[in-house]
Every structure is written in C-alpha cells, then in structure tokens.
DNA sequence: CTCCATGATGGCAGTGACTGACATCAATCA
DNA sequence: TGATTGATGTCAGTCACTGCCATCATGGAG
C-alpha cells in the first residue's frame, strides 16, 4: 500500500522545479527564496531544511556523478595503471550525460552568469576529485601520484565537458572525453 | 613632495591586518565586517568599498600571483613545448611563496575549515588556470591543448603547494612543484 | 583669492539569505 | 488510547551587502 502523507509529496523536487522556472523567466538573483518556496506551495524555512543555501538548488545531480564516478573506478581492472584506471571511471561519468546536452547547456549559461553559481560549481568538482584521490589511494596508488591523476582527470573531463556543449558535429560527451586523454598525453609527453 | 589626506593611509592594508587579527582570535564566522572595520579605524561602508566581500580580504595577493605566471609564461624561450612553457612560469610563481611557508600554513588552516573561504580560492585557481590557457592560446598553442596543459600546470602546482605545507624536510615550493611535472609525466605515461 | 570638481569617507535605511526556537498535527506504533 | 515521530509552519533575529546622500580636505581653473 501507498504512504500517503499529510503533505503533498515530493517537496524537494518541487523545490527544484520551481526554482528553475523561476531562475529561467526571471533570472537568478531577483529570484528570492521566498519566491520558489511560494511557488512550492512551501515556506521559506522549508526550503532551508531541503537545500542548504539558495545555491544548492542547482547542484542536486553532482551526488550522482559522484556515486558512477567511483562504483566505475572500483571496477577498473586492477592491473591498470591510475590514468587508466581514471579514464574508465570519468568516461562513465560521461555517459550520464547522454541526451542531455540541451538541459546542460541552459544550466550552464545560468551558472557561467553568476560568480555564485560558478563558485559553488567549482567546489562539486573540487570535492569529485578528491573523491577520486581517494578512491585511487584505497586502489593502492601513492601521492602525489594519485592526487595528480585525479586532477588530470577531472580536467580531461572538465575541458571535454565545455567542448561538448560547443560540438557543432554534436558527438557524444564519452567519446569528447575519451579522445581528451589521448590528447592529455600528447601534451604531458612534451616535458 | 609627499601628498598628505586627511585620512590615515593605506585604508586598504589596515583592513587587511585587522581581519587577519580577528580571524586568528575568535575565528572566521564570528567576526562581523562590522568588527574588522571599527579595529580598522573605518566603518562598515568602507571596508565594502575596498573589498567586493567579507571573503575578499583574504585573496588580496592573487594578482600578484597572476602577474607573475604571465610575465614568466610570456618569458620562456618560443621554442618551448606548451607544458614546459607552463612549467616555468608555473615555477616563477612558486618562487613567490620563499619565506611565506608558516604564514600560508596559518591561511590555510582558516581557508580549509570554512567552505565560504575554500570556494573563493577555487575561483582565483579558476581564474589563475584560464589567464594561464589564454596566455598560452597567444602564444600559438590550439585548444584544447593550452586548457589541458594549463588545467595540468595548476594541478601541479596545487599538489604541491599542499606537499610543500606538509613537507617535513622543508624544501622549497618551486623544488617541490619541480618534481610535481616529473611526476606527471610519469603519471600521463601511463596512459 | 574664490569657486568648483574630486575622491575617500560616514551615516542610514533598506533587502534578502540564513538560523534558532517553538508550535502544529497527521501518521504510526507501542 | 496515548506517546512518538517527522515534515512543516511561524516568527523574530543576525548579518552580508547595496543605494543614496552628506561631508569635507585637497587641488586646480578662473
């Protein structure tokens, strides 16, 4: 049997619904809290218990990201070296990314327009790569070595990721990424 | 002849100090704007005419850091590959930490513990890592060549600034960061 | 010399993000 | 039946940050 409760369901994402509706019609600061909160059919407050700042809002898919990240890398055979090891799990990472290049396009011409929002962007890719660094240390790489390799990963990524959005051929993020750690060796191999 | 104000001068570095005092005794969030303006001699509305924000205060050296990874990018011999033009300037950089090491180890220490405070200096690594890819752009190399090898240059210099912190042998940043290039090369190697 | 523009500052009233404390009340469970 | 739980509401408060206008030495134009 279904729980029904008291509360209409699914709060959070209405919360997250709202707020980009909002962020799309009337842009991003002159939308206040109260605003999405209203248009939630919440309070203020509420909204404060689901996401823990204005910003928050935005960044719902990063625990995601990070759950593929590392469930790939933990699957990488254990014989490959740390940047391969990398690549496997950032290319899966990439793949969640299909058919959404039109929805990750709009987010980030809202995110690249505000200092916040870029502030809080960068942070999510701070905390992937030291995810990653972690997750190679427990793989049994050693620093620096690991925390190098998590790095390049996450610019592999990172650069992929903006070139995707700009692809007039319109290639998949996967294989964007793929072909950037080959390019990442061509660059390193000039030391 | 020395132009005299009426004002006391350096209303700018006083702020600073004043911050700095009161971060170290009762700690970041505790202490007001309000606080490090009055311990300056200067009221409120002052301090958010020198300073975009509370955060501001801490980041006043970046400029200078990015001055010097240009004017030192911009140095290296034109035959250079783009990673070990990165590299130089990259080590120039460094070079401004001599002396500064228990100095950034007490920043550090506050920058890390509050999440604000880490999410501006993941916007100045930004900011750093794309005048370091336009530089490199000028200087002939094509995307997305110049944002690997600068996203790589910052990397390293990162990993390093966080080894340099912790070293127990006391090196230097640029000997440290140095090394970083090696060990990247050999982590790239691995692909 | 007088007057005016400049520029750093102060004062003040506001807005909006965020927090703490307490109340509410349907569902659930002992 | 009665206690507990958990998502929500209400309200007052703090503080970062902004706009607007006033102040007033300095320096230059006339």
Redesign the pocket.
């Known amino acids: 049997m279904v729980?029904?409760?008291?509360?209409s369901p699914n709060?959070r994402g209405r919360l997250e619904q709202a707020a980009y509706e909002l962020f799309l019609d009337k842009g991003y600061e002159p939308?206040?809290?109260?605003d999405i909160a209203k248009r939630a059919?919440?309070?203020?407050?509420?909204f404060?218990?689901?996401y823990?700042?204005?910003?928050e809002v935005f960044f719902g898919g990063a625990a995601a990201l990070q759950e593929e990240l590392l469930r790939a890398l933990d699957g990488a055979p254990p014989a490959f070296s740390a940047i391969e090891a990398v690549r496997i799990a950032v290319e899966a990472m990439s793949k969640l990314m299909h058919g959404r290049r039109a929805l990750s396009r709009e987010r980030q011409r809202i995110v690249a327009a505000h200092a916040d929002l870029r502030e809080r962007e960068l942070i999510k890719r701070a905390t992937l790569t030291a995810a990653l660094a972690g997750a190679l240390q427990r793989r049994g790489v050693r620093e620096p070595a690991a925390s190098l390799a998590a790095d390049m990963g996450m610019a592999v990524f990172h650069v992929g990721f903006g070139r995707w959005l700009e692809d007039p051929a319109g290639r998949e993020l996967v294989d964007v990424v793929h072909e950037g750690f080959d390019q990442l060796k061509a660059v390193a191999s000039g030391i």
């Open positions: 729980k029904m409760s008291r509360w709060a939308t206040t809290v109260a059919g919440l309070t203020e407050r509420t404060f218990r689901h823990a700042d204005k910003r």
